[in-house]
């Protein structure tokens, strides 16, 4: 046994199932960069295959560590001026009880958010500022990030950062944390820019060294 208390078997399998779960993911993600008036079949087919990954779940080998603080760093990236926004990284895997700190940053001149929809409630950082351009309106933003949430209640935005004289170029900063108690995978994504690709996949492990408050809902691996 090793020192984490991880046998090389147990690794091997928890690596070789994250790889697999990931895979399927790529499989359907193409779907998403589809037009805003998809179809409700091609609505419905996704939402099966979101729910055929979310049962995956519990088919991944149980960790059992204590909850830690995932400190996050998320960069916009259009490689190339590709057209084909993107956060980089578009997977992260934390394990069940973990708190996730993210610091999303973009040097972009349009409006970006995060976004994910948690049992908790929808946790939103708005990465936007005056000037800037609303990518689905071709509007500009009149004034500075709002709409920032935490377990789906309104919350302040942090939002910092400038742009070059004419907005040819903005450095944005926001930060926020939250905490995962039920294993799954969950969707984050940009309001602005997701059908161009800009969304990505939080893997949730089921933990048996999470335990679960009293009063709490959250479900707990055995």
């Given at each position: 046994m090793?020192?984490?208390?991880?046998s090389v078997s147990a690794s091997t399998a928890l690596a070789v199932a994250i790889v697999a779960l990931i895979v399927a993911l790529a499989t359907f993600a193409v779907?998403?960069?589809?037009p805003y008036n998809a179809s409700s079949d091609q609505v419905n087919s996704l939402q099966g295959q979101v729910s055929q990954l979310q049962q995956q779940?519990?088919?991944?080998?149980i960790v059992d560590q204590p909850p830690t603080t995932r400190i996050i760093l998320l960069d916009w990236q259009n490689t190339g001026n590709s057209g084909q926004d993107r956060f980089n990284p578009n997977v992260i895997t934390i394990n069940q009880g973990d708190t996730v700190h993210v610091t999303?940053?973009?040097n972009d001149t349009d409006g970006h958010t995060f976004e994910i929809l948690l049992p908790t409630g929808?946790?939103?950082l708005n990465n936007s500022l005056a000037g800037e351009t609303n990518h689905l309106t071709l509007a500009?933003?009149?004034?500075?990030a709002t709409g920032c949430m935490i377990n789906g209640q309104g919350v302040p935005c942090n939002t910092t950062g400038s742009c070059t004289v004419g907005i040819t170029a903005c450095n944005v900063t926001s930060s926020g944390s939250?905490?995962?108690?039920?294993?799954?995978?969950?969707?984050?994504?940009?309001?602005?820019?997701?059908a161009l690709g800009m969304f990505g996949f939080l893997i949730v492990l089921p933990n048996r060294g999470y335990v679960a408050p009293a009063n709490s809902t959250a479900t707990t691996s055995t």
């Open positions: 090793s020192k984490s208390g991880w779907p998403l960069i589809s779940i519990s088919s991944l080998p999303f940053e973009d929808l946790f939103v500009t933003f009149a004034g500075n939250f905490t995962v108690t039920v294993p799954g995978v969950y969707r984050y994504f940009c309001i602005y820019h997701q």
